[in-house]
């Protein structure tokens, strides 16, 4: 075992730079040389990164650049504003554990120091499956320190792809033993490359082996989450910060305090608000160490404290006290949620003062400024003072934004003005801005609360001709011809709503046309509703039970109500689809109860259909704590089933440990129906038609999976992307496919997935290359992208 003391470095490294780094270019094998890695810090000031990397060879600190350039791109793409410099000094003196690595000129076989070096040059220039199949045909000689070796040398070229490859391939070795050095270094070279999903597995390794990640790699796989635009990585940026606190004991360092801190205030204020309780957490970390908390932070937190729907004003208070004690002066981002505060509280006396402070600002008064003091005075029934903000706005600016023409024809609709609100209306129609759909709600109300049908139906069929289709307007205009008398247009309105999945049908809406069929004395149609509502599990208003009740005893010896729960055959064949395309399941301990997660991804246009279908699809199971108002289109990105027996078959059957699993008799469930599903909630159609759908099983699983698949005919490849599998219906195949599932995809998809210029069909298969290696071959994995 070889080790090196700090003087003898300056000549290593030189003699490093000049020849290992062509090591695995030249034809004639040169002996690579291994080296004990040192922990401790550098003392000279050009050497402060820690040897691993200057054993790389690179000039000039290109490590410490490396990682300064990967902030700084995630810096310009707008995820997060990181303190490069901070962050980079800071993490130039975490510990890092020692990595022992043999020497070959110690081992006493010359054939294995052959095999080695040959391996060193061999595996960098070879992709996933083909590196697999290598290192299978040396599995007879290979042991941990060979293969500790092969990892180290890989991220010692910068082939760190292929040391993780490695590792991975280790550890399924009968003979692998856990190295936490090993890992711990390969954790934060994965996570400095932006490897995000790589950095977690071995992250997860690490604790499962009852061991604690240094500091150094909670430090980067939070940066890594936070630089990732990614669903969900803020919130696991957030789990991994909590427990560097809570497991590691670790104090974090300012910069990343600060780091996630911006990222939680980042996001629009409707979803920020939920991150208060993170946010109160990552300040009383900075308090209790000592550490200096700056001026952002203040205002961040009052910021979110403002967007609460239960202000606490106390806290504002204190927290602006605390910033005037702190010499930091209040800027225009504290005015502004001061002025927040004022306008739900309807203090029209501190608005004033805010206003004024704003007013002797040198950037002058920000547009949201004029809507919180329009709604303050709106609080207090100043409605006409409201609409002389709004005239001010326009005056100041030169024209009124589109949340002010919202927030004006709002409260001139609650003050129920009708000649000032469609003046207002018309006016913010001439000036092309959008969305108009929130104002047309707001005013088809009005008339609704006012009884003027006529002028209703009027603005309903301007607004289906400039929006487009919305349950909420549709269930206005609904009511609108009930109270008319208008029974047969609101039949047919109603059968419009059911028929089109875009719109649907609420537990509002069949309460509406019941109320309506019962009134009428149309008893049969009202029989019908009665059922439909049974079936879909809506509640019926008490105030039409009692008449409900007497016309079903007339025809019927026994009344059903609406109180069991159970799954039609279409909800369970869906539940098999969104299974295989990820939708997760939790247990309780044990076992008895389960429920079932919907994640659906906000920037995919598929999602955001799928997610309205299935809250109403399974709106009956659903916690009560996820279920909107009727009135309400605001559905969430993540909402959960309650946790009920009757889950059992699927958490048996398809998660039994946490994870998924395929089932044996897969063959009997994986219907079309399930195959659209699956394809709507874990798939994509490229920009050449082929379909790729996502599944993250085993590698027996996948098999059968593909069996099942070619025994009905359909043709398919199948690929590993990191621990994702893809099947691709390819050409033609994809042709079949789409023909036997397009009778169960959701309409308002059909046209778009068809399109050539839709966002689905944008999508590119270049990262996942079908035309190599065997279909049914998932260790031929050409790709090293994250999943």
Not at 74 to 102: C, K, Q
Not at 312 to 328: P, Y
Not at 507 to 535: H, P, Q, W
């Amino acid at each position: 075992m070889l080790t090196i003391s700090t003087q003898t470095l300056p000549s290593i490294t030189l003699f490093l730079q000049r020849h290992v780094s062509f090591f695995p270019r030249v034809t004639t094998v040169r002996t690579p040389r291994s080296y004990h890695f040192l922990s401790a810090p550098l003392s000279s000031a050009a050497s402060q990164s820690t040897f691993v990397e200057q054993l790389a060879g690179e000039k000039d600190s290109s490590q410490e650049e490396k990682w300064d350039m990967f902030k700084n791109s995630d810096a310009e793409s707008g995820s997060v504003d990181f303190d490069v410099g901070a962050a980079g000094s800071e993490m130039r003196h975490l510990g890092e554990p020692v990595v022992e690595v043999i020497e070959l000129e110690e081992l006493p076989e010359q054939w294995r120091r052959a095999k080695l070096a040959w391996l060193c040059k061999e595996l960098p220039s070879h992709k996933g499956g083909t590196l697999v199949r290598i290192l299978n045909a040396q599995k007879k000689w290979l042991r941990q320190e060979d293969g500790t070796y092969l990892a180290v040398h890989c991220m010692r070229i910068r082939e760190n792809e292929t040391g993780f490859r490695v590792y991975e391939w280790m550890m399924q070795q009968h003979w692998y033993r856990f190295d936490f050095a090993l890992a711990t270094k390969l954790a934060d070279y994965m996570g400095k490359e932006r490897k995000f999903a790589k950095c977690r597995d071995i992250f997860d390794d690490i604790i499962n082996q009852g061991r604690v990640p240094s500091e150094m790699t909670f430090h980067i796989l939070i940066v890594a989450y936070l630089s990732a635009p990614v669903q969900g990585c803020l919130d696991e940026a957030c789990s991994i910060y909590n427990r560097m606190i809570q497991l590691g004991g670790y104090q974090p360092r300012p910069s990343l305090h600060n780091s996630l801190f911006r990222a939680l205030v980042s996001k629009p204020g409707g979803l920020s608000k939920y991150y208060l309780q993170q946010a109160e957490f990552i300040f009383h970390n900075l308090l209790t160490s000592g550490l200096e908390i700056q001026k952002d932070i203040y205002s961040g937190l009052i910021w979110l404290h403002s967007y609460q729907d239960n202000i606490d004003k106390e806290r504002i208070s204190l927290l602006k006290k605390e910033m005037q004690q702190a010499g930091f002066e209040e800027g225009k981002e504290v005015l502004l949620s001061v002025l927040r505060v004022c306008a739900k509280e309807g203090d029209v006396e501190d608005a004033e003062k805010t206003w004024l402070r704003l007013l002797e600002s040198d950037n002058g008064i920000p547009t949201p400024a004029f809507v919180y003091k329009m709604e303050a005075y709106a609080k207090i029934g100043e409605f006409m003072k409201s609409l002389e903000i709004f005239r001010e706005m326009q005056e100041r600016l030169g024209s009124a934004s589109v949340p002010a023409y919202h927030k004006i024809i709002e409260l001139l609709c609650k003050a129920e003005e009708t000649e000032l609100t469609e003046s207002l209306m018309k006016e913010f129609v001439e000036t092309g801005m959008k969305p108009l759909m929130p104002s047309y709600i707001n005013l088809t109300n009005m008339y609704l609360n006012l009884g003027m049908h006529d002028r209703l139906h009027l603005a309903f069929s301007e607004c289906l001709e400039k929006c487009r289709p919305n349950r909420t307007i549709y269930g206005i205009y609904l009511e609108s011809l009930k109270n008319a008398g208008n029974i047969e247009k609101a039949e047919e309105i109603f059968n419009h709503m059911h028929s089109d999945q875009t719109i649907g049908v609420n537990t509002r809406s069949c309460n509406i046309i019941l109320s309506a069929y019962l009134s009428s004395g149309d008893f049969v149609k009202a029989e019908k509703i009665y059922d439909l509502m049974c079936l879909k599990k809506y509640e019926i208003e008490s105030a039409w039970m009692e008449k409900l009740d007497y016309v079903l005893s007339l025809n019927r010896k026994e009344v059903k109500k609406p109180v069991s729960l159970n799954l039609n055959s279409e909800q369970r064949e869906n539940l098999i689809g969104l299974l295989l395309g990820g939708l997760c399941i939790e247990s309780d301990e044990k076992r008895k109860r389960h429920m079932i997660r919907f994640e659906f991804n906000e920037n995919s246009r598929m999602h955001s259909v799928l997610r309205r279908y299935l809250y109403d699809q399974y709106h009956e199971w659903l916690h009560p704590s996820f279920k909107v108002s009727d009135g309400s289109d605001d559905i969430p990105y993540k909402y959960s089933t309650i946790s009920h027996p009757y889950f059992c078959f699927y958490a048996d059957k398809f998660w039994p440990k946490g994870r998924l699993v395929i089932p044996k008799l897969i063959h009997r469930w994986l219907t079309p129906r399930a195959l659209a599903y699956w394809f709507m909630y874990g798939g994509h159609r490229t920009s050449v038609g082929d379909i790729l759908l996502k599944l993250k099983v085993s590698s027996e699983g996948i098999a059968l999976v593909f069996k099942t698949l070619k025994a009905r005919s359909l043709d398919c490849r199948v690929k590993k992307k990191g621990r994702v599998f893809w099947i691709g219906f390819l050409g033609s195949n994809s042709t079949l496919f789409w023909k036997l599932i397009e009778p169960y995809v959701l309409d308002e998809l059909k046209e778009d997935l068809l399109n050539e210029g839709s966002e689905y069909r944008k999508l590119d298969t270049q990262n996942i290359n079908f035309h190599c290696g065997s279909d049914s071959d998932e260790k031929a994995s050409d790709y090293s992208d994250d999943d």
